[in-house]
């Protein structure tokens, strides 16, 4: 099972939108609506932020919002915030029960 | 207030064996399955399998398979992660994760870095 593709990095100013991409294929994020977003601070633990592809558990803030085209699902900060500087992670449940994380963003708020 | 809290940091030779413990509290045990993730340093988030305390039943990564046992203990709502025939690159920080039933990780235990080092 290889790791879902994620850009390295992604960067914005304080109030701007930014997008985060993770391409999987046919046997998990294309097939599984099941697409969760993990927000990671060096040194503490992931932290769940989308699940099942757009939804939120509470509270996260509605800045954080998910979505999904055929093999790619995408998480949308808006508004971005210096606290948002972090590295983020997507992860599809996949074929023969697996699950498979994406290779990390690491967000830069300029 | 629901927690996991995993063992403390461990360091082994090459091809020794750790176990990790994860305990966790709060919740109803049987009710959630719990997963096991890693980070080495520098790397990414690695998943390594799932582990189903209703029915002790397991599915690991096959990157691990044949290495890796995951075990609970319903008594003491305790899962156990063991990895053998260690390799200098199983130096990794190594998480417990309750699977919130929307095949998401809602929950994290506190990390449990374990170094292999001759």
């Known amino acids: 099972q290889s790791a879902l593709t994620q850009p390295p990095s992604a960067s914005g100013s304080p109030g701007q939108s930014v997008a985060i991409s993770c391409t999987g294929s046919?046997?998990?994020?294309?097939?599984?609506?099941?697409v969760s977003w993990y927000q990671h601070y060096p040194g503490k633990a992931p932290k769940l932020i989308i699940y099942?592809?757009?939804k939120r558990p509470s509270g996260v803030p509605d800045r954080f919002s998910g979505s999904k085209s055929g093999n790619t699902a995408s998480l949308t900060v808006s508004g971005l915030q210096a606290d948002d500087e972090a590295d983020y992670y997507c992860?599809?449940?996949?074929?023969?029960?697996?699950?498979?994380f994406g290779g990390g963003t690491k967000l830069t708020v300029l | 207030q629901v927690h996991l809290v995993q063992s403390g940091a461990a360091v082994r030779k090459p091809g020794a064996s750790v176990k990790v413990s994860c305990m966790a509290s709060g919740y109803s045990f049987n009710t959630y399955f719990i997963h096991w993730v890693r980070q080495a340093p520098g790397q990414g988030l690695e998943w390594m399998g799932i582990?189903?305390?209703?029915?002790?039943?397991?599915r690991y990564s096959q990157r691990f398979q044949g290495r890796v046992t995951m075990t609970g203990d319903t008594s003491t709502t305790t899962v156990s992660m063991e990895l053998s025939s260690l390799k200098y690159d199983d130096t990794a920080v190594y998480y417990c994760?309750?699977?919130?039933?929307?095949?998401?990780?809602?929950?994290w235990g506190q990390g449990t870095l374990v170094t292999v080092s001759s």
């Open positions: 099942e592809v757009t």
């Open positions: 994760t309750r699977d919130n039933s929307g095949w998401a990780f809602d929950l």
């Open positions: 582990f189903r305390p209703g029915d002790g039943s397991t």
């Open positions: 992860c599809s449940h996949a074929d023969g029960d697996n699950w498979v």
């Open positions: 046919s046997s998990d994020v294309g097939t599984y609506n099941t």
